[in-house]
């Protein structure tokens, strides 16, 4: 039997009184006055008064309780054939090292640090070196256009940029070093160093006065013998920013704070993730993204764990298999990773043969978030993996599960489609346009009762105005999360598309997500997605995009007619599911997410601006070129 039952009703007797309790997991240097005071913020601070620091509990308390031989941080580099595991002992050196070098370039508590690195050990010990230091980080993903990261230049103001001479993708080289100087060029904050860890697949030249060579500096920090101290600060400060947008107008700056992250991820480890101090967890995700904020750096070393830090991708590197080599390789229990990427996998390797020549066995579970995880793709991991596949949702705002299937407190029943039930901290509701609660199994506004528990943002970085509008005012009393989906009767959420994919079609609203889960349930279907596009008639009338599994070879429509009837058949003929295009590709950012919007603006005709995040520009021609094809950019029912 779960527990999950009475550790809710547990979090909904006495919210205080539950996570004080899941306090006592983290060390700090002066206790709380309050578990939480409702006067400070726009909705609360958890752990008010108190002081702390994040790196010491990730780092410094486990060398403290003897365990300094045991495994930090873990490289696994495909790319560049590199593989290497640090000691929590040597993770400290490592961290306290660069800190000593950030301390002698200016950097101090309350400073900003942009991070701006590509997946390597480093760019943890950066993130780390900042929290030791009580600077906030802001890590932003490598490879990112110079614009674009200028602008969150100009937002942080940081004192320093961390950064490396290139990134490494499988089949291209990706100079950082241009890309980097071109945005300081750009902004008008300007940093006064620029710490560069020097590659040897491609170098870079430093300017002589700004920039310091990385290697050269922290090495020379550790045969000295300089380090640093965990400098104490307050539970409500800032750990970091990440900014969540850019591609229109000004970025939207989430800020985490230290103490409600360190107690909620902690927390998390242990009872959603159902991981132990010791154990190798492993985010298959990128630490420019929120999940490798929470859950490659912080989350697993907050544990005591080992965390996995890949520069690969699931196939390429070199084949479908590179997951489970990792999985294998590292004695990996749990995985967390997009839809995305195992559709990828499932595409290539639809048998899943590949994952027969590894060891699995000490693997117990594969955690999906990121993108809505179709049950077609999580029937396929559980047949193949043989193992239990969870789905959970949360957001770069949240930090952590909102909703999920906690299996350190015993998994709960599965249903495909939802990523299980609310979380301890977290009071789901589903609204109508007015704020008016709707039935279970309707349709409707996904929105949480504030407060929002530890992790969740107390604000957006110099522009309090802005958090307050975004997020707070649609639905007073409610954190408004941009989501569309239903809470059945059983309490299970559904999550079915952003609010911007909730389609109307003469007067009726349709969740594309719910299309894309009858076409992805088609054998001969890797991955798809719906957007609404413009119709003179109806307002709005579906356009389905399709990509193969590898291997298939079907007349395209036939597949198409194929298509329609399915969402007829399943959802209705209210859907008025007409067209779906074959394409080679979906758009998708490098963290996995579709990029339905852009899609949707070229199949209306529509100007727009290239996401700053975009895996494949190339992409975009190719959608283009498929709608041109059927004569359907501009006119899709015609």
């Not at 800032?238 to 409600?260: A, E, F």
């Not at 993108?371 to 959970?392: G, N």
């Amino acid at each position: 039997m779960s527990k999950y039952p009475q550790t809710y009703a547990d979090w909904q007797a006495d919210p205080a009184a539950f996570w004080a309790n899941a306090a006592k997991a983290i060390d700090w240097f002066t206790p709380p006055t309050s578990t939480f005071n409702s006067d400070k913020g726009a909705y609360g601070r958890w752990f008010d008064g108190a002081t702390c620091n994040t790196c010491y509990n990730c780092v410094d308390r486990h060398v403290e309780a003897g365990h300094g031989d045991r495994a930090a941080v873990i490289y696994d580099s495909p790319v560049t054939g590199t593989a290497k595991t640090y000691s929590y002992a040597q993770t400290k050196d490592e961290v306290s090292a660069l800190a000593s070098v950030l301390r002698g370039l200016g950097v101090t508590k309350g400073d900003r640090v942009i991070i701006y690195m590509p997946m390597v050990p480093e760019a943890i010990f950066a993130m780390l070196a900042c929290a030791r230091l009580g600077a906030i980080h802001s890590v932003v993903f490598g490879g990112f256009a110079a614009r674009e990261l200028a602008t969150r230049i100009d937002d942080a103001a940081p004192k320093a940029i961390i950064s490396a001479s290139c990134g490494i993708e499988p089949n291209r080289v990706i100079a950082y070093k241009p890309l980097l100087d071109e945005a300081i060029e750009i902004a008008s904050a300007k940093p006064d160093h620029c710490v560069i860890l020097q590659r040897d697949t491609q170098t870079c030249e430093l300017i002589e006065g700004r920039d310091v060579d990385y290697a050269q500096s922290v090495q020379s920090a550790i045969a000295a013998g300089e380090g640093t101290e965990c400098v104490p600060v307050e539970t409500t400060d800032p750990l970091y920013i990440l900014y969540t947008s850019g591609t229109t107008g000004q970025p939207k700056g989430v800020v985490r704070d230290n103490g409600g992250h360190m107690v909620a991820l902690r927390w998390s480890m242990e009872y959603h993730y159902d991981i132990k101090p010791g154990e190798t967890f492993w985010a298959a995700s990128d630490v420019g993204w929120v999940v490798g904020h929470s859950y490659i750096c912080y989350g697993p070393l907050l544990n005591g764990s080992a965390t996995v830090v890949f520069e690969g991708k699931p196939v390429g590197t070199p084949d479908a298999g590179a997951f489970w080599r990792v999985i294998q390789d590292h004695k990996v229990a749990a995985m967390f990773t997009a839809p995305t990427a195992l559709r990828a996998i499932k595409k290539v390797d639809p048998s899943g043969l590949l994952i027969q020549d590894y060891d699995l066995s000490n693997f117990r579970t594969l955690f999906l978030a990121g993108e809505r995880s179709d049950p077609a793709t999580i029937e396929w991991a559980q047949e193949k993996l043989d193992r239990l596949v969870i789905d959970h949702w949360w957001q770069t705002e949240t930090g952590w599960a909102m909703s999920g299937n906690p299996v350190g407190l015993g998994a709960f029943p599965i249903k495909l489609g939802s990523p299980g039930k609310p979380m301890p901290g977290y009071d789901i509701r589903v609204l109508d346009d007015e704020g008016n609660p709707v039935e279970a199994g309707t349709l409707g506004n996904i929105v949480c009762k504030l407060p929002l528990p530890p992790s969740g943002f107390p604000t957006l970085w110099n522009a309090e105005e802005r958090f307050r509008s975004s997020y707070m005012e649609e639905f007073p009393g409610y954190y408004a999360t941009s989501d569309a989906g239903m809470i059945d009767e059983d309490g299970y959420v559904f999550i079915m598309a952003r609010t911007d994919d909730i389609i109307n079609v003469a007067g009726h609203r349709l969740s594309t997500g719910a299309m894309e889960e009858v076409i992805s349930g088609h054998e001969d279907i890797a991955e798809c997605a719906v957007v609404g596009a413009a119709d003179a008639l109806k307002g709005q009338m579906p356009l389905g995009f399709f990509v193969v599994n590898d291997g298939v070879d079907r007349d395209p429509a036939d597949l198409e007619k194929e298509l329609v009837q399915l969402v007829r058949a399943k959802i209705g003929a209210v859907a008025a599911f007409k067209l779906a295009v074959p394409v080679k590709r979906l758009p998708k950012t490098r963290s996995g997410k579709v990029l339905r919007g852009t899609m949707q603006k070229i199949a209306n005709g529509e100007t727009y601006k290239i996401p700053a995040a975009i895996d494949d520009t190339m992409i975009l021609t190719e959608i283009h070129e498929a709608l041109g094809a059927r004569n359907l950019i501009g006119k899709p029912n015609d």
